[in-house]
Structure formats: structure tokens, C-alpha cells
């Protein structure tokens, strides 16, 4: 089973919101990360954790705060976004980290609109 | 640095007929390369990878890439498409040690009927 879940499918919030975003997946990976995508553009990567810690931040605002509370879960809370902050968010997990070659297995995404 | 190159905005093919999608790729050490598709309004699907050994990769759905170390590139190709081919493919590339999975711009494909 090669599946990422994500929840939930859309989100709509205006500029004063607080909402999160969960993914799951029950692979035993230990590689977990968060991707933005704008339409028809490629994935961009925001953070990235490996066994529940925070590896890599690419700069990301600090109205986007990541949390992995277990092996097999990981949040993304958001908090006064900007209206070009709407895109597809998308979460994947992999064995271990991009650089042993392994597979990132991505979920369905999360299409978010702020107002 | 590492650098992905999808020189094709759009490749357009009749169902039925052989179908590439082109990738060249600039890394320092040894690659790994993927490739991903995606359909409209969901995630990024794993087709196939190269990590060493066999220049051509089988993967998915009938897909297949081969990895040319002297050109750089790891087109991605099918014999016969299929009308439900038609997406969006996402090359991307990582060497060893870089923890970093760097995408190309992405190619629609559009096989017709």
C-alpha cells in the first residue's frame, strides 16, 4: 500500500483564519514532507521531516508553521495567509530522504483559497 | 547544484502511436531520476525511477525511461499511447547525499483519439 491521505480535499479561508492541514500515511516512513503547487507549475518544496524532525525549512513565511506529532503524521497550520497563498498543497512521505534515492509518494493534495 | 530541463511545454500524440517525453538533467556526482504524472485536480503519481544498474527502466501503466549518462537526459517513453495517457509528467532529479528532490517545469500530454 502505497497510499498518503490528506484532509481536507478544499479549503476556503479569508486573511484572519487559523486552520490546518493533516497528512497521514501508514507506510513506516520516516520521511515526510510538505509541497505548494500553483497550477501548472512544478511542486515546490516547503519543509521536510525525517524521524519527526525538522530537516530542511526552504524559507517558508512564518504563517506556515509544520508539526509532526508521530511517524505517521504531519500537520501544517496556517495562520493570516495572503490572498497568493492559494494553491494546491501537496504532502508526500519516502523510506528515508531524497538523497538515499528513494521514492517521495505524494497524497491527493489539499486545494486551499484565501480570501 | 542540480537543475531539471523538460524542453517540451506540450507533446502531441495520436492514440495508438509511440510517445516520448524529454528530460535532460545537470547534477555534480551520480543522479537519481523519476518521473511523476499527474491528472487534473490530484497529486503527483510515482511511474518509474533510475538509481543504478539498467539503463532502461520499466515502470507503470506500460511506461519506460532510459538513463544516457553522455547526454544527460532520461526521456521518458511509451510504444502505444492511450487517450487516458493525457497529463501532466513532472521529471525530477536528486544525487546522492542532496536531501532536495529537484522538479522540471512539466510537459502536457495530449494523445487524441
Known amino acids: 500500500d502505497t497510499e498518503v491521505t490528506q484532509t481536507p480535499k478544499h479549503l476556503v479561508m479569508g486573511m484572519t483564519n487559523k486552520k490546518s492541514l493533516k497528512c497521514e500515511q501508514h507506510m513506516g516512513h520516516r520521511a515526510m514532507y510538505w509541497y505548494k503547487q500553483k497550477a501548472k507549475k512544478p511542486p515546490e518544496l516547503m519543509f521536510v521531516y525525517s524521524y519527526e524532525k525538522l530537516s530542511i525549512n526552504e524559507s517558508v513565511p512564518s504563517r506556515f508553521s509544520p508539526e509532526c506529532p508521530n511517524s505517521s503524521l504531519l500537520n501544517l497550520h496556517l495562520h493570516a495567509l495572503q490572498p497568493e497563498d492559494s494553491a494546491l498543497y501537496l504532502c508526500?512521505?519516502?523510506?528515508?530522504?531524497?538523497?538515499?534515492?528513494?521514492?517521495?509518494?505524494f497524497g491527493p493534495g489539499t486545494r486551499l483559497l484565501v480570501l | 547544484a542540480q537543475s531539471v530541463a523538460q524542453p517540451e511545454d506540450q507533446v502531441n500524440v495520436a492514440e495508438g502511436n509511440p510517445l516520448t517525453v524529454k528530460c535532460t538533467y545537470s547534477v555534480s556526482g551520480n543522479p537519481y531520476l523519476f518521473w511523476y504524472v499527474q491528472y487534473p485536480n490530484r497529486g503527483l503519481q510515482f511511474l518509474l525511477k533510475y538509481i543504478t544498474g539498467d539503463n532502461l527502466v520499466k515502470g507503470s501503466y506500460g511506461f519506460e525511461a532510459e538513463f544516457n549518462k553522455s547526454q544527460t537526459s532520461f526521456h521518458l517513453k511509451k510504444p502505444s499511447a492511450l487517450v487516458s495517457d493525457s497529463a501532466l509528467y513532472f521529471c525530477a532529479v536528486v544525487n546522492t547525499g542532496f536531501q532536495k528532490l529537484v522538479f522540471g517545469t512539466g510537459t502536457r500530454l495530449l494523445v487524441s483519439p
Open positions: 508526500a512521505s519516502s523510506q528515508a530522504l531524497a538523497g538515499a534515492g528513494e521514492t517521495q509518494y
